[in-house]
């Protein structure tokens, strides 16, 4: 089975110490391709040479929510500059955190995510969006740019919520949580996301499935993201491995 990591950290400060080997031994567990995606300026220009470096990496430029307060023009126009290399397939990650007490003042992230919007949309790329505990105000914000879709990563809302992001034509994305013993409401929304939109990934340092909860991430882990998507939805592993491939190919236009 192949893989392809919709949504990864690989310039997190974790992976310092190995990442080059790390890397290598993910082209050899099958992993054929990841999406890295910047959190901060700093994250965004780290995850373009990522890009540059390794064949199979691609690379998503945007700022967090939770430093959506750095975020002025200077920056936009940074994130713009780095959106030509032709490795940076979308914009992200980019959205709203209302769930840590210490993120910037909502009116502050709902400034930024729009101002990065405005920019997927101007340059005709897809966002990667992060919501969480926000997502009313997620939603209003990507329907005022009915032109933009992307993913809604690490997706935490209802199937009623779901819905509303595969209207306007969002994809959704499944972490590791769909592994953990407690979960209930991600896998009724796995239920029922239509094969064409689902994607897998790991959100990797963080999110790490079953058997390795609490461990650090890494892509190839995400074979078990996929084992229990292929049980909730009554399909095979190799079926679902191939869908959500093309889907993220789809996307990202690769
Ligand atoms: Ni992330």
Do not use: W
């Given at each position: 089975?192949?893989?392809?990591?919709?949504?990864?950290?690989?310039?997190?400060?974790?992976?310092?110490?190995?990442?080059?080997?790390?890397?290598?031994?993910?082209?050899?567990?099958?992993?054929?391709?990841?999406?890295?995606?910047?959190?901060?300026?700093?994250?965004?220009?780290?995850?373009?040479?990522?890009?540059?470096?390794?064949?199979?990496?691609?690379?998503?430029?945007?700022?967090?929510?939770?430093?959506?307060?750095?975020?002025?023009?200077?920056?936009?126009?940074?994130?713009?500059?780095?959106?030509?290399?032709?490795?940076?397939?979308?914009?992200?990650?980019?959205?709203?955190?209302?769930?840590w007490d210490?993120?910037?003042?909502?009116?502050?992230?709902?400034?930024?995510?729009?101002?990065?919007?405005?920019?997927?949309?101007?340059?005709?790329?897809?966002?990667?969006?992060?919501?969480?505990?926000?997502?009313?105000?997620?939603?209003?914000?990507?329907?005022?740019?009915?032109?933009?879709?992307?993913?809604?990563?690490c997706f935490?809302?209802?199937?009623?919520?779901?819905?509303?992001?595969?209207?306007?034509?969002?994809?959704?994305?499944?972490?590791?949580?769909?592994?953990?013993?407690?979960?209930?409401?991600?896998?009724?929304?796995?239920?029922?996301?239509?094969?064409?939109?689902?994607?897998?990934?790991?959100?990797?340092?963080?999110?790490?499935?079953?058997?390795?909860?609490?461990?650090?991430?890494?892509?190839?882990?995400?074979?078990?993201?996929?084992?229990?998507?292929?049980?909730?939805?009554?399909?095979?592993?190799?079926e679902i491995?191939?869908?959500?491939?093309?889907?993220?190919?789809?996307?990202?236009?690769?």
């Open positions: 089975m192949y893989i392809f990591d919709s949504h990864a950290h690989y310039d997190d400060c974790s992976f310092d110490e190995d990442r080059e080997k790390l890397i290598e031994e993910l082209k050899n567990n099958n992993v054929i391709g990841v999406l890295n995606c910047g959190s901060s300026l700093e994250g965004a220009v780290s995850s373009v040479d990522l890009s540059e470096t390794y064949d199979f990496f691609y690379a998503a430029v945007g700022i967090h929510p939770e430093h959506a307060d750095e975020v002025n023009d200077n920056t936009i126009y940074k994130i713009r500059e780095l959106a030509k290399s032709p490795k940076v397939k979308a914009i992200g990650e980019i959205g709203l955190d209302y769930y210490q993120n910037p003042p909502k009116e502050v992230q709902k400034e930024t995510f729009i101002k990065q919007m405005k920019l997927a949309k101007e340059l005709n790329l897809p966002v990667v969006i992060h919501d969480r505990d926000a997502h009313k105000d997620t939603l209003d914000i990507m329907k005022m740019f009915p032109e933009v879709i992307g993913v809604v990563h935490s809302g209802s199937v009623e919520f779901a819905r509303e992001c595969l209207s306007l034509g969002y994809y959704i994305g499944f972490t590791g949580v769909v592994t953990f013993k407690n979960a209930k409401k991600i896998l009724d929304v796995a239920k029922v996301v239509p094969d064409d939109k689902i994607l897998v990934e790991t959100d990797c340092p963080y999110m790490a499935p079953t058997p390795f909860r609490g461990e650090r991430n890494r892509s190839d882990y995400i074979k078990h993201i996929i084992e229990k998507m292929a049980e909730i939805r009554n399909m095979s592993e190799e491995g191939n869908q959500v491939i093309s889907n993220v190919r789809k996307l990202l236009k690769i």
